[in-house]
């Protein structure tokens, strides 16, 4: 418990503090650290926390809506009390970067950009001291290397989608990246400078592979599997790396390995949507889905919900699905299933009337992030079979996908990959990926029924398809280059 207190004080202090803060601190600070880092129990702790500060960093309403807020496929709720119910606007926290206007001095994104850096230096800390680890065994310290490695990769690719564009935005990826940190900050002002796009995919991947080769059988936490990086979900994340990288070979030989290797199945036809009813533990497919927080009673204080959730006709959230989403679903499809159609009271053009809403049941109840699952490896699979010239395996992975689904079989290779690009917006909607989907294959942006947005669509090439980065950022780093346009 001791070590508990101090760890946890010591991220939060991280957290809470810039880089300039953090660096200005008295030498007796970087003495604390050692002491909190020098044996596997404080390394463990600080490990844990590290999971609790990713969760907290993807599973709030900003980052876990990015993606299919800009590609279309949500909409708003109106709002359910007070004297502007029935009134439909958008949330004032992404109001900026859903018209594509967020402006770097007051980016709606300044938390996630700040978040995601300091964890990563929190992982480099925990990766910093733990070959010194002297009460632990060589393959505890490579699981901890591994885990760290992990969280440090992922963070720099989210990072990256965000902030950078896609991979194939100029031949030879040489545009602008990302700041690729695999150094704690601890002495001495560093001023890093952006990789380009080649760069930090190689980075990423070099961590990951890393990773992927220093796992034990299980991790040192406590908790359950589901919620902790381990090989099979790593390699499940260099997979999708490799198919925005558009590395095509390597992209289909992963996701197989996945498929064939991590003794995962596919959720069942029959218990698809019941699978994703269930209120507390993940659909039976799942790779990788964060622990959500629980209090000592085991009552949930954040969750999923909170984003997409429906309680009752006077308590619900904002974010809902569009009809652009919901329409592409055939009648018997069970993902359309997947909808709690809705009859809400809404001023239309000062009217007042009930109109459906469709709230996803993925995310009621007490649901976590969902970071992979097995069905998105058959997707990469098929599309990266397709690139290489294999359509009949394309066409075989994909179908394997609707057949689950209850949806029409397809019978011919003609505009396979059209279908494949539909086919992960109906399956992985609300799982983060429509957005960058549509930039990786240089799509342009359609954004129809219930767009409130100044801009509602977006012809690519455009500066618009990353944000800016946050002005006091640039400021602190003279060798940070702003994204163009802004």
């Known amino acids: 418990m001791k070590y508990s207190k101090y760890v946890s004080l010591f991220f939060l202090l991280l957290s809470l503090q810039s880089c300039s803060d953090f660096l200005e601190q008295e030498p007796g600070t970087q003495t604390s650290i050692d002491e909190l880092l020098q044996n596997k129990t404080g390394v463990l702790q600080a490990l844990t926390?590290?999971?609790?500060?990713?969760?907290?960093?993807?599973?709030?309403?900003?980052?876990a809506v990015y993606a299919d807020l800009q590609g279309g496929n949500i909409k708003f709720a109106p709002t359910a009390s007070g004297s502007l119910k029935g009134q439909i606007s958008t949330p004032s926290n992404i109001e900026q970067l859903y018209s594509f206007e967020d402006v770097a001095l007051t980016s709606n994104f300044q938390t996630f950009y700040d978040s995601s850096y300091d964890l990563i230096n929190q992982a480099n800390l925990i990766l910093e001291y733990t070959p010194a680890l002297t009460d632990a065994t060589d393959a505890e310290k490579n699981q901890i290397k591994a885990e760290a490695l992990a969280i440090r990769a992922y963070a720099h690719f989210l990072l990256s989608l965000v902030y950078s564009q896609d991979y194939k935005y100029t031949a030879d990826a040489s545009h602008l990246g990302i700041v690729y940190s695999t150094e704690s900050i601890k002495a001495g002002i560093q001023y890093p400078a952006r990789k380009t796009a080649a760069e930090t995919y190689s980075l990423i991947i070099t961590d990951l592979q890393t990773a992927i080769a220093n796992y034990s059988e299980n991790s040192l936490l406590k908790g359950a599997a589901y919620s902790f990086f381990n090989q099979k979900n790593t390699k499940a994340l260099l997979a999708r790396v490799y198919l925005q990288k558009g590395d095509w070979e390597n992209a289909y030989e992963t996701a197989n390995d996945v498929i064939t290797n991590s003794g995962v199945s596919l959720t069942s036809k029959e218990n698809l949507v019941a699978e994703w009813e269930k209120p507390d533990l993940p659909i039976s497919e799942i790779l990788l889905e964060f622990s959500i927080r629980k209090d000592n009673e085991g009552n949930v204080s954040s969750s999923m919900s909170q984003v997409f959730g429906y309680s009752t006709d006077i308590n619900f959230q904002k974010y809902t699905a569009s009809n652009d989403l919901v329409?592409?679903?055939?009648?018997?499809?069970?993902?359309?299933?997947?909808?709690?159609?809705?009859?809400?009271?809404?001023?239309?053009?000062?009217?007042?009337?009930?109109?459906?809403?469709?709230?996803?049941?993925?995310?009621?109840?007490?649901?976590?992030?969902?970071?992979?699952?097995?069905?998105?490896?058959?997707?990469?699979?098929?599309?990266?079979?397709?690139?290489?010239?294999?359509?009949?395996?394309a066409m075989?992975?994909?179908?394997?996908?609707?057949?689950?689904?209850?949806?029409?079989?397809?019978t011919e290779t003609t505009g396979l990959k059209e279908n494949i690009f539909l086919e992960r917006r109906k399956e992985l909607c609300f799982e983060g990926f429509l957005f960058f989907d549509i930039a990786r294959n240089h799509k342009d942006v359609s954004r129809n029924d219930g767009c409130l947005a100044n801009i509602c669509s977006l012809t690519y090439p455009s500066l618009k398809y990353v944000l800016p980065i946050p002005t006091y950022n640039t400021n602190l780093n003279p060798n940070l280059q702003q994204n163009e346009s802004y």
């Open 49 to 63: 926390g590290l999971y609790s500060e990713l969760e907290a960093n993807i599973r709030p309403e900003r980052f």
């Open 396 to 410: 075989a992975d994909i179908n394997t996908i609707r057949a689950r689904a209850n949806a029409t079989l397809l």
């Open 327 to 393: 329409n592409l679903y055939e009648s018997t499809d069970l993902r359309k299933q997947l909808f709690l159609v809705k009859p809400l009271f809404t001023l239309v053009e000062g009217v007042q009337t009930n109109v459906n809403f469709n709230f996803t049941k993925k995310y009621q109840d007490n649901a976590g992030y969902v970071a992979f699952r097995l069905s998105e490896m058959y997707l990469i699979r098929a599309e990266a079979a397709l690139e290489t010239n294999r359509s009949d395996l």
